[in-house]
């Protein structure tokens, strides 16, 4: 049955229009976006497919190529270059909104940015986000990528990094591939030897975060371990 066929108040868009945007799931908000289905299937049904195609999770949706969203029977290259816009939209929103005000006074903001960037990469990726002296966002930097396992960071480069975006502070964030947000020995003792050498040159480090799966990224911080 087409959308239109549906009782007025069981429609995501009208819904949306009644109780607003959080009352929709995953699946409604994406068949708003993509506004038609195929034969056979509603825009909610298709919604579904393509969240099911991929894990059922935003973050791993978000970071999909425009080949494997086309790929989905009944979305195609049209509908996966929009996809592909509203998601990079959305990270465009968050990086500004922490380019203008204190982003370590807006720590979900930060976490919603990082989740977007990292949470569905197959390998380790280690970034930092340069601050200026009142804690907004200079520049995000995909610093080293490893393998699933491993990254290897050199302090040196974080320190040369540092100092070409002139920055005050930073917020340190990797991701681990495995689902697991726990730190491990070797993550603590990175973050202690970044530290030690980015406070040689007066940059602050105010935070190393862990991105793990759809789960909320872990905080040194919060953690008393920094």
Same mark, same amino acid.
């Given at each position: 049955?087409?959308?239109?066929?549906?009782?007025?108040?069981?429609?995501?868009?009208?819904?949306?229009? *009644?109780?607003?945007?959080?009352?929709?799931?995953?699946?409604?908000?994406?068949? +708003?976006?993509?506004?038609?289905?195929?034969?056979?299937k509603s825009a909610v049904d298709l919604a579904r497919d393509l969240l099911q195609?991929?894990?059922?999770?935003?973050?791993?949706?978000?970071? *999909?190529?425009?080949?494997?969203?086309?790929?989905?029977?009944?979305?195609?290259?049209?509908?996966? *270059?929009?996809?592909?816009?509203?998601?990079?939209?959305?990270?465009?929103?968050?990086?500004?909104?922490?380019?203008?005000?204190?982003?370590?006074?807006?720590?979900?903001?930060?976490?919603?940015?990082?989740?977007?960037?990292?949470?569905?990469?197959?390998?380790?990726?280690?970034?930092?986000?340069?601050?200026?002296?009142?804690?907004?966002?200079?520049?995000?930097?995909?610093?080293?990528?490893?393998?699933?396992?491993?990254?290897?960071?050199?302090?040196r480069e974080v320190v040369k990094a540092a100092l070409a975006n002139n920055a005050?502070?930073? +917020?340190?964030?990797?991701?681990?591939?495995?689902? +697991?947000?726990?730190?491990?020995?070797?993550?603590?003792?990175?973050?202690?030897?970044?530290?030690?050498?980015?406070?040689?040159?007066?940059?602050?480090?105010?935070?190393?975060?862990?991105?793990?799966?759809?789960?909320?990224?872990?905080?040194?911080?919060e953690r008393g371990l920094l």
């Amino acid at each position: 049955m087409a959308i239109t066929d549906w009782p007025e108040g069981e429609r995501p868009r009208e819904r949306l229009l *009644a109780h607003g945007p959080e009352a929709l799931s995953d699946a409604e908000l994406l068949a +708003i976006y993509l506004r038609v289905g195929v034969r056979g299937k509603s825009a909610v049904d298709l919604a579904r497919d393509l969240l099911q195609r991929f894990d059922g999770q935003l973050g791993t949706l978000a970071e *999909a190529s425009l080949a494997e969203l086309a790929s989905v029977s009944g979305i195609g290259m049209a509908k996966a *270059a929009q996809l592909k816009a509203s998601f990079e939209l959305a990270r465009r929103a968050l990086s500004q909104d922490m380019a203008t005000r204190d982003s370590f006074t807006s720590p979900g903001k930060v976490r919603d940015w990082l989740r977007l960037k990292l949470a569905s990469r197959g390998h380790e990726v280690f970034m930092a986000l340069w601050l200026d002296a009142q804690n907004r966002l200079l520049k995000a930097d995909e610093l080293f990528t490893g393998t699933l396992t491993q990254t290897s960071v050199y302090p040196r480069e974080v320190v040369k990094a540092a100092l070409a975006n002139n920055a005050a502070a930073v +917020i340190l964030a990797h991701n681990h591939p495995s689902g +697991i947000a726990e730190p491990s020995r070797a993550d603590e003792m990175l973050t202690r030897s970044l530290k030690e050498a980015l406070a040689l040159v007066d940059v602050k480090v105010l935070d190393h975060f862990i991105v793990a799966g759809n789960t909320p990224p872990l905080s040194f911080a919060e953690r008393g371990l920094l």
